[in-house]
């Protein structure tokens, strides 16, 4: 996963960024600060939007309408805005039990420059979150990020900005805030101070400065920080499509499914050839032992067909039934069979007899049997003790 740092200069006036390269599980492999020519190949990219480009506003409903739409709820943010709604892109967030519902905004011209910049560079953006999200955060407690000649605030779990630390001393945004959160009576209990290392400010000036008691908490790092509980504001027209996201996760399998699918694709193309050339080739001997057999000159159009046909009316002549003539030989045993008979158990017919399973008694059987021979039909019955009494009739006697 290839994760990019865009900041809001991006690419009009510096077309370097930061980059970070994470396996799976979130460990580094390779990071850099660079333009996009050295970026290493990845089949999925993830962008992280500086802490200025993005606004979370929160729209306070009453509980009884936090079911509405989200353009709704959009549309009560509209005069907290300075520029036009319509040039927003936003996500709404879930409601709080307080009932405010965050909603973050981005500049629509702003993300569309960039994921149509990445996309010319073969980039394919599955996720895009706020800066500020990635910050830990702990309640009632502010954190700020020291960064080169930049830093991040991240007042609770959805808001946050940036603040300028080009000058000395504390930064005018965070003075600002504290001083309206004083006034509110709503002070945070502490503000944490988390870097990347390099910066390391005097906690104990801006304690006395602000007025509550500052930390340092950790050292945090953009290229290693969760994305777990951040929102991507990826959704509605810019939202990436699914089937092409697990398409990349998945790509050697689905290669090597797809190259077995074609290799069992041919096979059967092959073995339909085959049994195409062998059905021929039957045909051809069929015809060969028709010929020989009848010979003639009627012309040969089934000669499978042809040849049961002629065969079972050569049957016929012999005073034999033909594989096809077992309809007639029903038709002979009913006109013989007494009612007191019964359905037969069972029937089978195969090599020109008809095989007969009958619960009647034997004398029923055997009168016929009688009855079936002076038709000139061959029919004999096979009768033991406790079983069923067995007919079986075939052609002429």
Not at 21 to 30: S, V, Y
Not at 95 to 110: C, E, M, N, T
Not at 126 to 141: A, G
């Amino acid at each position: 996963m290839l994760r990019l740092l865009i900041p809001s200069t991006w690419p009009a006036a510096n077309t370097s960024c930061g980059w970070a390269l994470c396996d799976e599980d979130g460990r580094l492999l390779q990071s850099g600060f660079s333009d996009p020519r050295t970026w290493p190949e990845s089949d999925e990219c993830e962008v992280v939007l500086t802490a200025e480009q993005c606004l979370c506003l929160y729209a306070e409903v009453p509980a009884k309408a936090r079911k509405l739409d989200d353009e709704v709820i959009v549309l009560s943010l509209e005069d907290q805005l300075l520029g036009d709604l319509a040039d927003e892109h936003w996500v709404v967030g879930r409601s709080d039990q307080a009932g405010k519902i965050p909603v973050w905004l981005v500049r629509r011209q702003r993300l569309t420059d960039v994921l149509e910049t990445l996309r010319q560079l073969g980039r394919k953006v599955q996720r895009l979150v706020w800066e500020v999200q990635l910050l830990p955060i702990q309640t009632n407690h502010l954190s700020v990020a020291i960064l080169a000649e930049r830093g991040v605030v991240r007042t609770d779990v959805n808001r946050g900005y940036a603040v300028d630390l080009t000058g000395d001393g504390l930064p005018v945004e965070l003075s600002l805030d504290l001083a309206a959160s004083r006034q509110a009576a709503r002070l945070p209990l502490g503000v944490d101070v988390v870097s990347d290392g390099k910066q390391a400010p005097d906690l104990a000036r801006w304690g006395q400065e602000l007025g509550v008691p500052c930390h340092s908490w950790a050292v945090w790092d953009w290229r290693t920080a969760s994305l777990v509980r951040a929102n991507n504001l990826l959704t509605g027209p810019f939202a990436p499509k699914a089937l092409g996201r697990a398409f990349s996760r998945y790509r050697p399998a689905l290669w090597v499914l797809g190259a077995a699918l074609g290799i069992a694709g041919l096979a059967l193309v092959i073995e339909s050839l085959w049994l195409g050339q062998r059905e021929h080739a039957l045909r051809q001997e069929i015809t060969t032992i028709y010929q020989r057999s009848f010979p003639g000159n009627r012309p040969i159009l089934d000669p499978f067909a042809q040849l049961q046909a002629d065969a079972g009316r050569l049957a016929n002549l012999r005073g034999d039934f033909a594989s096809s003539d077992f309809l007639q030989l029903l038709a002979a045993l009913s006109v013989d069979a007494p009612p007191v008979l019964g359905q037969p158990l069972r029937i089978r017919y195969e090599n020109r007899q008809l095989r007969l399973e009958f619960a009647a008694p034997p004398k029923d059987i055997v009168a016929l049997v009688g009855a079936l021979q002076r038709r000139g039909l061959s029919a004999q019955t096979s009768i033991e003790e406790g079983k069923p009494s067995v007919l079986v009739v075939g052609g002429a006697q």
